[in-house]
């Protein structure tokens, strides 16, 4: 092992030991950690983020519905087995009952004894298989609540993820429509060069809605102008009816 290889490893431990061991390394770890969380809160509110998140949650939800599903197929089928045994079962016992009254009235105790034997592994293995169907079939009832249970999940997950992406993309397209227009609002009075000086102001209320505003400095020096000449006019006439002796 070389030097280097040494100094390496020893750097490497030192830095792990500080990370692991010491509040400078907590610190660091917690605010690693929050960097991660607060950017995976903000991929999560984007509709790609929001997206991903669902995929993954209904690929689990899939997968777990399909394997509910596969063992409920298991159970019905193992429950069809089953009765398709117990129903062979009591034809069988059907025919040693006939097989030992047969015996009977014959006088045949050994054969009679024989086919009671018979009776009994036949009685034996009925129960079994009753247990077996009554287990089966409360283990069906519950697995069918499981997979509708995930069925239904899996429906409600799909619908919230369109509502929650269509919500998010609204939301952004909204917030990209406001930004385009205050762009182009900057630009128009870029290329006006802040001619409006006015400043229009709706607020007045009168058993409706009443729009009032405030005249811009161009308005009022318009009106000035006008008032101006108005003067210039009258003046001109009085000058006018004088030279001619009216008054």
């Keep these: 092992m070389t030097f280097a290889t040494v100094l390496l490893l020893l750097t490497v431990g030192i830095v792990g030991g500080i990370l692991l061991f010491t509040k400078i390394g907590k610190r660091i770890r917690l605010r690693a950690t929050g960097t991660i969380n607060e950017k995976l809160s903000e991929d999560a509110?984007?509709?790609?983020?929001?997206k991903?998140?669902?995929n993954a949650a209904i690929e689990k939800k899939e997968e777990d519905y399909s394997k509910a599903s596969a063992n409920y197929s298991q159970i019905?089928?193992?429950?069809?087995?089953?009765?398709?045994d117990l129903r062979t079962l009591q034809k069988d016992e059907m025919k040693v009952n006939m097989?030992?009254?047969?015996?009977?009235?014959?006088?045949?105790?050994?054969?009679?004894?024989?086919?009671?034997?018979m009776q009994q592994e036949i009685t034996d293995k009925m129960?079994?298989?009753?247990?077996?169907?009554?287990?089966?079939?409360?283990?069906?009832?519950?697995?069918?609540?499981?997979?509708?249970?995930?069925?239904?999940?899996?429906?409600?997950?799909?619908?919230?993820?369109?509502k929650t992406v269509f919500t998010l993309e609204t939301v952004e397209a909204t917030k990209s429509l406001k930004a385009d227009t205050t762009v182009s609002s900057n630009e128009e009075d870029k290329m006006l060069?802040?001619?409006?000086d006015g400043v229009r102001k709706a607020r007045e209320e009168s058993e409706g809605n009443r729009i009032a505003y405030e005249n811009s400095a161009s308005v009022q020096k318009k009106r000035l102008d006008k008032k101006m000449k108005d003067e210039e006019i009258n003046k001109k006439l009085a000058e006018l009816k004088a030279k001619k002796g009216m008054k």
């Design 52 to 54: 991903a998140y669902f």
């Design 193 to 196: 060069e802040k001619v409006r």
């Design 127 to 162: 129960e079994v298989l009753k247990e077996g169907i009554k287990d089966l079939k409360e283990n069906e009832r519950l697995q069918k609540e499981t997979v509708d249970k995930l069925y239904d999940d899996l429906a409600q997950l799909k619908a919230e993820k369109e």
């Design 99 to 117: 097989d030992i009254d047969s015996c009977v009235s014959r006088g045949d105790d050994e054969g009679a004894k024989t086919y009671l034997k």
């Design 45 to 50: 509110s984007t509709p790609e983020g929001a």
């Design 76 to 84: 019905l089928g193992k429950l069809s087995a089953f009765e398709k």
